[in-house]
């Protein structure tokens, strides 16, 4: 008896850093978050209950609507990018190729992903600069004139989404190699005898067998994008305009430039609820299109 009580101290004893951590670094922030949603506070005055009101104001804010709609138009168009991307490259990966440039391949479009997106995103930022940049140098040595990457507002979000994709793409990429590579042969070779080929031969057979897989990937990528905050900031502090103005970047700015906590946090506690809201439309949906071998 005394063993098993033992074991079970030694259990809880193992456990305890990691919950700790857990409840003061995770847990605590979310309950804070949520009690602050309900207060008018910008740190130097006491904290001011007002309800809904902070919920209230964001109904009417322009400013956090054109936040939600670029976030939106951003996740749609990044994700699907990026997943495409993804699949099509881990496709060409599972071609006849030496082992070595597999391994070659998989590390090169796995290594953005390393990287920290601001120093991608300053780097990126001096690539696409409309007067000395090096793409629009690019572009003028075959007699297409400077583009406004940056300072346009048809341009800049698709500048950002062009970075982010590129520096997260490699994270899907490598779930949809795993996938791939866990296809028996046997089935390709059923599908070559059957007459399957080119998007058919895709279509049928390996698409429906990694269906989980890109559940998970898609789950994750679109989590990922609602959040997106740093390729924005730093490459177009959110302009022109408002053009790519997304709602971390409002969190942001209302919390620490406005010093307006209740109404950061507000707008944090809406986009939580809306992140649930869609993985669990995403896992509803899953019940017709993914198939489990």
């Not at 978050?33 to 309900?38: D, E, K, M, P, Y």
């Not at 070559?192 to 031969?201: H, R, Y």
């Not at 279509?203 to 898609?218: C, E, N, Q, R």
């Not at 649930?276 to 993914?290: G, K, P």
Request: proline share 5%; hydrophobic share 55%.
């Amino acid at each position: 008896m005394s063993t098993d009580r033992s074991s079970v101290i030694l259990r809880w004893l193992f456990l305890a850093p990691t919950m700790i951590g857990v409840g003061i670094f995770v847990l605590l922030p979310i309950i804070g978050s949520l009690l602050l949603a309900f207060f008018r506070w910008d740190i130097i005055t006491s904290p001011q209950f007002v309800g809904l009101q902070n919920f209230t104001d964001l109904a009417t804010d322009q400013t956090v609507a054109i936040s939600f709609l670029n976030t939106g138009l951003f996740v749609v168009v990044a994700v699907i990018v990026q997943l495409a991307v993804a699949m099509l490259l881990a496709v060409l990966l599972q071609s006849r190729m030496p082992g070595w440039l597999r391994v070659f391949f998989r590390s090169t479009f796995f290594f953005p992903l390393v990287l920290s997106a601001a120093s991608v995103s300053i780097l990126m930022r001096y690539l696409f600069n409309e007067s000395y940049g090096v793409i629009n140098w690019a572009l003028s040595l075959v007699g297409i004139p400077a583009v406004p990457w940056l300072t346009s507002p048809q341009w800049a979000m698709v500048v950002v989404i062009a970075v982010y994709v590129w520096q997260n793409f490699g994270f899907s990429f490598l779930l949809f190699v795993g996938g791939l590579s866990s296809i028996p042969t046997e089935v390709y070779e059923a599908g070559a005898i059957d007459g399957a080929t080119g998007w058919k031969k895709f279509k049928d057979l390996p698409l429906p067998l990694v269906s989980p897989t890109v559940l998970v990937a898609s789950v994750m990528a679109i989590i990922s994008a609602l959040q997106v905050f740093d390729q924005p900031y730093v490459l177009t502090r959110g302009g022109p305009g408002d053009s790519t103005r997304t709602v971390v970047m409002v969190i942001y700015e209302s919390a620490f430039r406005q010093l307006e906590f209740g109404r950061a946090s507000a707008i944090g506690l809406v986009l939580m609820v809306l992140i649930m809201l869609i993985t669990a439309l995403q896992f509803r949906l899953a019940r017709r299109f993914v198939f489990y071998q």
